[in-house]
């Protein structure tokens, strides 16, 4: 069993303790140590594990530690990488038991994904790095998710689409075949995504039009 903790005491850390907690009841993977969490003082504990400290703590850590970035927003989670320079930590890949990957071959997942319950993914996709799939989303064929996007709940992503670097989908976002998010952009909840949409905007309604560019 490997050492792991998690980065991220919220609700999505929550679940994300579940998730490995799943794993675990299916094969013996993960030793939890509990959460790293700068909002949260050292010690306490949440859902009986403890807070081990934030960013300093982690960078002084002495020996191997696999950390799950329970992070939704994917600015702040990328932010949150680029601070951790511990070459002991290690940054895993976890997917619940329940996850149906069609094509085991064609369907390349990177490092520090998290893909909860219920997902489906089909064949000739790509995810790269540091991607959440939340609950209950589907990828369809010839797809792909660039490093530090999140799909919130029950999102559907059809074939041929690619979804650049640093998006993010609420809940129940639909995004048709062979469409394109520019980098950086926010999908609202419930839109349906029927074209191309540019970098660094926020994109809402059916179809999904652009009502602001963000900061970037």
């Known amino acids: 069993m490997k050492d792991i903790a998690i980065f991220g005491a ?112 089909t064949t000739n996709i790509v995810v790269e790095d540091f991607v959440i799939l939340n609950l209950a989303c589907t990828v369809g064929h010839d797809s792909v998710i660039k490093s530090f996007s999140s799909l919130m709940p029950c999102c559907n992503v059809s074939g041929e689409v690619l979804i650049d670097e640093c998006v993010y989908c609420g809940t129940g976002v639909k995004i048709i075949n062979r469409t394109i998010i520019g980098q950086n952009t926010i999908v609202g909840a419930g839109a349906v995504v029927t074209k191309p949409l540019p970098a660094s905007c926020t994109a809402v309604g059916m179809p999904a039009k652009p009502i602001k560019m963000n900061q970037q």
């Open 10 to 121: 919220g609700g999505f850390g929550r679940e994300v303790l579940t998730l490995i907690e799943n794993i675990n009841e299916v094969s013996q993977e993960w030793n939890i140590l509990g959460f790293f969490d700068d909002k949260y003082e050292k010690g306490v504990k949440i859902n009986e594990y403890p807070i081990l400290g934030g960013i300093e703590e982690i960078n002084k850590w002495n020996t191997p530690l696999e950390i799950s970035i329970a992070i939704g927003n994917p600015t702040t989670k990328k932010l949150v990488v680029e601070k951790i320079h511990n070459k002991l930590i290690g940054f895993p890949t976890l997917i619940h038991p329940s996850v149906i990957i069609g094509s085991k071959n064609t369907v390349k997942i990177g490092k520090g994904c998290i893909v909860c319950a219920l997902n489906v993914l």
